[in-house]
């Protein structure tokens, strides 16, 4: 009995004993698993403003202060602050919503009715009275300098008029500080002045432009109730590095208005130029919301095949503005601002054409061929001489003329040596026969490579003629030499070469002859003084 009495006995402590361990053991992990979860669970208590004493096994496991922390501690929880060995952090401040761009402000009122029916009106000579029915005119003087362009234009009385901005050469060039010159002080004067836009024609560039440049001139103008029509020669500005750039870029300007490519090389085409520079006409299809298509044409009895073409490309177009003068203008020209044809022609300007410049003329600079006499003596200024002298030279009128503008000469082919013949006999002039027409009789203007071609091959929207000379003589009639040397048929005749005529001997000494162009520099539309064509690629 006494054995199996410490047997019962000794067998109740060691299970009292087992019980005892394992509780504890249990308590420990419990602590142990609550203390690594109290940081997190701490912060969360503290940051929350909940309290500083938390227990994980309590009902509210965080409680508000006033208590110590031995009081925490005695009751089995933690201490917060001392665990965390912080004060509670000061709550960060609500993320502010995300602001939007402010909105594009809407365009001013567009006074047209119907499709606009536009002409550019040069105001050198007089100014355009338009087409029939027109409603809308650009005052086009040629130059981006914004003080010569407002002193040398003018509202036209009966049409919504835009204030013309740049051109062809170098008085129409733009560049980064001339366009920080137009100022907002300047665009009130210009809406003060009663034009409803700025018809901005980008063709040359002095350097690379950034869009953005112009952008900021473009948002500057709309907040002045100014309307933006963009012009530029074909799809994208002839002398501009970044011309391509700056043409997509406009396309998806909601701050700009109007796109106005121009559909021309001289304004005198019988059809309308379709060729894309780089930038192609699907393109416009993508135009930002608001933007209307009015290309420049050279006459409007080119709309219809214009029309007919960019409804097949899938761009709807509001109307045109057309290049070409017509006679009868209603406004008298405002008193011309420099340079005019009998100021100074700048060493600049010499530069940047050939040897002989005259600004009057349709094509003003003319390359080599001629002699200082004969270029002197059709008005031109003879640039080796003014650039050797590094200074300004005056202009020499051109010869009078019934109109403004003379036609586009004819280009010069080498004289041949006077032989030494009697005044009564003069010398037989051979005749310069014609270049042979193809089979075919479809010759049709090659832009790229400034020749014409032939053989089937011609653009579906591509006007054809039937000899080489009369291609060569509608569409490159400034490198005219050059073009019928260059213009071969497809099949096996040989390449087509110019007979020059001999000239007639004098009784005297010959005169030298009025200066004709071998070649001529690719210029745009043309500033004041400077009436040459548009649009040169």
Sequence with gaps: LKLQFLYLIDRTYTQTYSLTMKAAMALLALAVGARAQTPAQCAECVASGAGECFQPNWAVPCYP???????CEGAGATWCPALLDMTPPTPAPPTPPPTSAPPVPPPPPFDVDGEIAGFWSWTWSGGSAGPAGANLAVSFSGWADGEQALSSSWVHDGHVT???LGGGNS???????QIAGLTRDWMRRVKATGFAGIAWDIEVCSGVIAPAVFHERFVMAREEGLINLVSYSHSKPYACSNGAE???AWIADPYVDMQSPQLYTTGNEPAPDFVAREVQWREFKNMAAGQTFVPSIANVGQYGDVKTF????GVPMAGYIQWQQTQGGSNPPPVPGPPTPHGTVTVEECRACGQCYQPSWLVPCYAGGNSQGACEGAGGTWCPALLAAGTAAPRTPAPDSPTPIPATPEPATPLPPVPETSPSTPAPVPETPSPPATPEGKW??????????NGGAAPWQATTTGTAAACCKTYFSWRLARCIAGSTPATSQPALTPVPAAATPEPA??????PQPTTAADDGNAGAGNASSSSAD
């Design 65 to 71: 202060g006033g208590r110590s922390q031995s009081t």
């Design 162 to 164: 835009f204030l013309d």
């Design 171 to 177: 008085n129409g060039a733009w560049s980064a500080q």
């Design 246 to 248: 700056l043409v997509r």
């Design 310 to 313: 960019f409804d097949r490309a």
């Design 444 to 453: 049709w203007p090659d832009w790229s490579s400034g020749k014409c071609l």
């Design 509 to 514: 000494t010959p005169q030298p002859a009025t």
